[in-house]
């Protein structure tokens, strides 16, 4: 009903136009046609305004009327045929102005920038009324794309998509991929031609990519897909279209979260009002740790049609408002398939409304501060073009990308398979990243443990990431940025907690493999406190320490019952009596901090040890720092 009320809304406007004409042959042609398009009789109406073009090739009107009837049946390359018949007999004639807007459009979408270009200025040129203002806007916008094509397209960039291959590429469609930060396992939606969506996953085995699983846990009778996975693997946010028992939603397409324990994914659950409404959600891009949430929705309060909005993780465990991001990312156009990098910093998203090669292209920006982004910029021909680009996913180190290509087959149909691309250096994250990944057990019984791990800035005090370890595997990975310098934690209640330091500043983007071992709070046990800084020779406490001494007296507060004693070491560079004066300073300095922050003083006991006690050769440097430190030991 809704196709034949737009038929006879066009049959209205060609009408008004034909009033004029004379009631030649092609006229009655032309008027036996409309009836019979108002008779529903679209076929017969084609017929009759073919038969009106040839009596009368110069008759406007049922080009006009005739590209329109294919347009609604979305044959564009007959609608775009019949125009240009229309422009070679009546081009100067004001009222097929939307004629050139049309065929403006028709051939942006193919890439023919310099003939688009033509058309939409072809169109200004009628000086069109204010009714058409959604028109004029549009024809700005084809002629700014095409110029900016135009000017950049020479600067063409490496680029070489590669199939990841039949053994992976198995289903007629598969799409929107997620990676973990270690590159090792990807999961992604995939359907056939007469199935729903479902998620499915891939690991690489022996550098090479196995064959799809399917995630059974997550996916149902309906369509479940369009999913986000966190860094270590151990939370994936996706999209439910239908809102059943299992998985019961808000409105047209909701986002729902899930914990892996193990192998094995738990129950879904919707991620709840603040995420989800009435409206349209999908799309998620989860950050590294799983706290911060960027998805897409076309709900109310938005910059245009779709926008990218973004939530984070309350101390309580509930997701926070959703905000849209804004526009300095979104417009009055489609901004959809937001990918944010493991670095937490860069933003990868699609978008019709930024200048690009026309419809969808890929775009990055960098996070700035609390709500600011840089510049938009677009990453580059030929990896965007005149057709879509969406999800394009980066991995840690910033160098390789995946995404998925389509194809339309000679049938009409589409096909798309999943590919990787080396991302042009203009284009790769300003911020690259590594992982350190590993175990966490009980240092005696070797007991894999669930605990907490807590990554923080030195220089600002800020947290990086939280997240747990697997509890029954003690699984865990953490994405380090580079040219950083952190402190990583690692504590469990009733344990000791161990303190970690790590400069990334020429650590590279390679994995690194860490188990941590983690010892009951007993007396006797100690732990190296490796992020307490001083000067050379000096015992007065640098700022970045702060870090690791409220660590510490929070340790305090929760253990009351505990003393412990805090123990200095030098290595052996220097004079003895020297060098045991200045680590006992040294270790007088953290006990003082914890007690001007109101730890009892009869819990702590300041002893220095000098050179006395070496844990590494001193005939290195890196020996002799390890030597150089403070120790928490429980009394």
Same mark, same amino acid.
């Given at each position: 009903?809704?196709?034949?009320?737009?038929?006879?809304?066009?049959?209205?406007?060609?009408?008004?136009?034909?009033?004029?004409?004379?009631?030649?042959?092609?006229?009655?042609?032309?008027?036996?046609?409309?009836?019979?398009?108002?008779?529903?009789?679209?076929?017969?109406?084609?017929?009759?305004?073919?038969?009106?073009?040839?009596?009368?090739?110069?008759?406007?009107?049922?080009?006009?009327?005739?590209?329109?009837?294919?347009?609604?049946?979305?044959?564009?390359?007959?609608?775009?045929?019949?125009?240009?018949?229309?422009?070679?007999?009546?081009?100067?004639?004001?009222?097929?102005?939307?004629?050139?807007?049309?065929?403006?459009?028709?051939?942006?979408?193919?890439?023919?920038?310099?003939?688009?270009?033509?058309? +939409?200025?072809?169109?200004?040129?009628?000086?069109?009324?204010?009714?058409?203002?959604?028109?004029?806007?549009?024809?700005?916008?084809?002629?700014?794309?095409?110029?900016?094509?135009?000017?950049?397209?020479?600067?063409?960039?490496?680029?070489?998509?590669?199939?990841?291959? +039949?053994?992976?590429?198995?289903?007629?469609?598969?799409?929107? /991929?997620?990676?973990?930060?270690?590159?090792?396992?990807?999961?992604?939606?995939?359907?056939?031609?007469?199935?729903?969506?479902?998620?499915?996953?891939?690991?690489?085995?022996?550098?090479?990519?196995?064959?799809?699983?399917?995630?059974?846990?997550?996916?149902?009778?309906?369509?479940?897909?369009?999913?986000?996975?966190?860094?270590?693997?151990?939370?994936?946010?996706?999209?439910?279209?239908?809102?059943?028992?299992?998985?019961?939603?808000?409105?047209?397409?909701?986002?729902?979260?899930?914990?892996?324990?193990?192998?094995?994914?738990?129950?879904?659950?919707?991620?709840?009002?603040?995420?989800?409404?009435?409206?349209?959600?999908?799309?998620?891009?989860?950050?590294?740790?799983?706290?911060?949430?960027?998805?897409?929705?076309?709900?109310?309060?938005?910059?245009?049609?779709?926008?990218?909005?973004?939530?984070?993780?309350? /101390?309580?465990?509930?997701?926070?408002?959703?905000?849209?991001?804004?526009?300095?990312?979104?417009?009055?156009?489609?901004?959809?398939?937001?990918?944010?990098?493991?670095?937490?910093?860069?933003?990868?998203?699609?978008?019709?409304?930024?200048?690009?090669?026309?419809?969808?292209?890929?775009? #990055?920006?960098?996070?700035?501060?609390?709500?600011?982004?840089?510049?938009?910029?677009?990453?580059?021909?030929?990896?965007?073009?005149?057709?879509?680009?969406?999800?394009?996913?980066?991995?840690?180190?910033?160098?390789?990308?995946?995404?998925?290509?389509?194809?339309?087959?000679?049938?009409?149909?589409?096909?798309?398979?999943?590919?990787?691309?080396?991302?042009?250096?203009?284009?790769? /994250?300003?911020?690259?990243?590594?992982?350190?990944?590993?175990?966490?057990?009980?240092?005696?019984?070797?007991?894999?443990?669930?605990?907490?791990?807590?990554?923080?800035?030195?220089?600002? #005090?800020?947290?990086?990431?939280?997240?747990?370890?697997?509890?029954?595997?003690?699984?865990?990975?953490?994405?380090?940025?580079?040219? %950083?310098?952190?402190?990583?934690?690692?504590?469990?209640?009733?344990?000791?907690?161990?303190?970690?330091?790590?400069?990334?500043?020429?650590?590279?983007?390679?994995?690194?493999?860490?188990?941590?071992?983690?010892?009951?709070?007993? #007396?006797?046990?100690?732990?190296?406190?490796?992020?307490?800084?001083?000067?050379?020779?000096?015992?007065?406490?640098?700022?970045?320490?702060?870090?690791?001494?409220?660590?510490?007296?929070?340790?305090?507060?929760?253990?009351?019952?505990?003393?412990? %004693?805090?123990?200095?070491?030098?290595?052996?560079?220097?004079?003895?009596?020297?060098?045991?004066?200045?680590?006992?300073?040294?270790? %007088?300095?953290?006990?003082?901090?914890?007690?001007? #922050?109101?730890?009892?003083?009869?819990?702590?006991?300041?002893?220095?040890?000098?050179?006395?006690?070496?844990?590494?050769?001193?005939?290195?440097?890196?020996?002799?720092?390890?030597?150089?430190?403070? %120790?928490?030991?429980?009394?």
């Amino acid at each position: 009903m809704k196709y034949l009320l737009i038929v006879i809304s066009l049959l209205i406007t060609v009408s008004n136009f034909t009033s004029a004409q004379n009631s030649s042959k092609a006229n009655k042609f032309f008027v036996k046609a409309e009836e019979a398009i108002r008779l529903r009789q679209l076929e017969d109406g084609k017929a009759l305004l073919y038969k009106s073009i040839d009596a009368d090739i110069t008759y406007g009107d049922s080009y006009y009327l005739l590209s329109y009837l294919y347009i609604l049946e979305k044959d564009y390359q007959k609608s775009r045929d019949l125009y240009e018949k229309l422009m070679e007999c009546c081009a100067d004639n004001p009222k097929y102005l939307l004629a050139h807007l049309s065929l403006a459009q028709f051939e942006w979408s193919k890439g023919n920038y310099k003939s688009a270009l033509g058309y +939409a200025n072809d169109f200004l040129n009628f000086k069109p009324d204010r009714k058409l203002y959604r028109e004029v806007k549009t024809a700005h916008r084809i002629i700014a794309s095409c110029d900016y094509a135009i000017a950049n397209i020479g600067n063409k960039l490496p680029y070489e998509p590669i199939n990841l291959g +039949a053994e992976v590429n198995v289903h007629d469609q598969q799409y929107f /991929p997620a990676i973990t930060a270690n590159g090792q396992e990807m999961y992604f939606t995939a359907r056939d031609e007469k199935t729903d969506e479902n998620i499915y996953r891939i690991q690489k085995v022996d550098g090479e990519w196995a064959s799809p699983e399917e995630v059974t846990e997550l996916n149902t009778k309906f369509n479940e897909g369009t999913c986000s996975i966190s860094a270590d693997g151990s939370f994936i946010i996706f999209t439910s279209c239908e809102s059943t028992r299992e998985l019961p939603g808000y409105g047209s397409c909701d986002l729902f979260m899930a914990r892996k324990v193990g192998d094995q994914w738990l129950k879904p659950r919707n991620l709840g009002p603040n995420i989800n409404s009435r409206d349209w959600e999908s799309q998620p891009s989860l950050s590294a740790d799983g706290r911060v949430l960027y998805f897409v929705s076309d709900r109310q309060g938005g910059m245009g049609k779709k926008d990218i909005w973004v939530s984070e993780l309350g /101390p309580n465990g509930q997701w926070m408002p959703a905000k849209n991001l804004g526009d300095q990312i979104n417009t009055t156009e489609d901004d959809i398939s937001p990918f944010i990098h493991a670095n937490g910093k860069t933003l990868y998203f699609s978008s019709k409304g930024h200048l690009g090669y026309g419809g969808l292209d890929i775009f #990055k920006s960098e996070k700035e501060g609390i709500n600011r982004w840089s510049k938009v910029e677009n990453i580059g021909y030929p990896v965007n073009d005149h057709t879509d680009q969406v999800a394009l996913i980066v991995g840690a180190d910033g160098t390789k990308g995946y995404f998925s290509k389509e194809e339309i087959q000679e049938d009409g149909s589409r096909n798309s398979h999943l590919v990787s691309i080396d991302i042009p250096k203009d284009a790769q /994250p300003l911020t690259v990243s590594g992982y350190l990944e590993g175990v966490v057990y009980d240092a005696i019984t070797k007991k894999p443990l669930k605990a907490e791990l807590e990554l923080k800035l030195l220089e600002t #005090k800020k947290t990086e990431s939280t997240l747990l370890s697997d509890e029954k595997s003690g699984k865990y990975l953490i994405v380090l940025n580079q040219n %950083e310098e952190y402190a990583l934690y690692v504590s469990r209640p009733g344990y000791l907690f161990q303190s970690l330091t790590f400069d990334t500043h020429d650590m590279g983007t390679e994995g690194k493999t860490m188990d941590i071992f983690l010892d009951r709070i007993e #007396k006797g046990k100690n732990v190296t406190l490796n992020n307490i800084f001083f000067d050379s020779n000096k015992y007065d406490l640098k700022l970045k320490s702060q870090t690791e001494l409220d660590k510490v007296l929070l340790f305090m507060q929760k253990n009351k019952d505990i003393n412990v %004693e805090i123990g200095g070491h030098t290595d052996n560079i220097g004079n003895d009596n020297y060098n045991l004066d200045l680590s006992q300073k040294r270790a %007088e300095a953290v006990v003082q901090y914890l007690i001007d #922050k109101g730890i009892d003083s009869n819990r702590l006991t300041a002893k220095g040890y000098g050179e006395k006690k070496p844990i590494d050769n001193n005939t290195t440097d890196e020996g002799r720092t390890n030597n150089r430190r403070i %120790e928490f030991l429980i009394l």
